[in-house]
């Protein structure tokens, strides 16, 4: 359950009126009151009404949401930031303990007035206060205005200084045409774009998700210092090509040469990527579970024929790799076998809305050095296809006799004629004996 903003908070409150089993049922429920919406129209007074709510989750981690309404804070023209609600900074400051905290926020400057309204209130607290014990922080910027960011403060006056000793971090960068906006008629270019977070905040982190569409891999400087984050989300917000153009700049050429380590990142998610050649700057050999979600265009040939094996082999992750899930991308069967092989340890392989250009799985020959039988597999997904099912190569699957037993879960985006011939073509395949798989189909709706 997410959190309620004063509305849904109501119902939950009306509910608890109908009768005293209805209230009890609501009381003992501490999953309620754990989560709360603050919004900038919210008031001073809500505060008491607000704290008592949270205290009834009684000891499950608690979380405060922040948004505002509108996409533009008119600040700078004097009025009152959104960003330092008095009911919010409040409740950060004299509200019970807070394990969870998301921040919206128009622009830089709102985010710098809220560090000030914060500060002020260290001033006047001898006493922890609840932003102080925060372990996870969640910041958005979300401003449909220019708001540059080429030009910013020196590391000592970054405006990631006043963060407290969070595990977990995510932040969501403004759009690169509002951050680097063109004003000098030149392509607008977010190459150049930082984070100055500070060393020791990162160093603490167990988990980090970071999302924007720069340009660049000066953002990936950060990664250097996380060497404790366990699960690494990179949410690439549709950019096709962020690192085009980076071959000849001598910090991406060191990373090629030389890639991050990550020594205990095990879960590795990219998000809405145009490309995974960020994976030639990182190398992962705790993972276990990486997850590639693309931008739904056909994706580079060299992702799958090259960037991706060669992550899996500078990561030594081929033998220990359980879990793999790629979604939204046209790709040649091909170069998809090439990743797949010798993965031994998989065990949970997942293939979400997935466009195969020609066959998956072929026979292979003896000491073919590419042979994706996938051993160890327990559950198969193919989910959202839109392809003739035959481009699987279903019947090459025999292979795995003797093999982890598995379940191949299948699902179509569209019924299409040849539905029930294929439903009964799998299942005349599958129930061969000793075939190790039994077959579930999802049908079209």
Known sequence: ????????????????????????????????????????????????????????????????????????????????CHSTNPLLIKLLSEGPLLHHFELQVARRECFKNWIAAMGATKKTHSFPRPWDSLRSFELTFDNEEHDRWDQLEEPAQSIFNILPPVTSLSIHLPPADNAFPNLSGTETDSRYGVLDIPRDLLIGLTTLTLSCDWKGTRLLAILQHCTNVETLSLDFNLQRFPFMHEHDYPFSKALANCPILLPKTHTLRLSQAGTAEVLKYLQAPALTHLHLEFSGSEIQITDFENTIPRFLRVSRATGSLLTLHISNASISGAHLRRSLSGLRSLKLLSLDHIELRDTLFIRSAPGDAIHPHLPSVEHFKLLELNSDYKSIGVACLDERRGCTPCIMTVSFQKKHSDYEYIQHYASLFLWKENASITLLTIPPI
């Open 1 to 80: 359950m997410g959190a309620l903003d004063k509305y849904e908070r109501q119902v939950v409150s009306d509910l608890g009126l109908v009768c005293k089993g209805w209230r009890d049922a609501t009381l003992y429920t501490h999953r309620l009151w754990c989560a709360i919406t603050i919004s900038s129209t919210d008031r001073l007074s809500g505060h008491q009404k607000a704290t008592k709510w949270l205290e009834r989750s009684r000891s499950m981690p608690k979380t405060i949401e922040y948004h505002s309404l509108w996409n533009r804070c008119e600040c700078s023209g004097r009025q009152m």
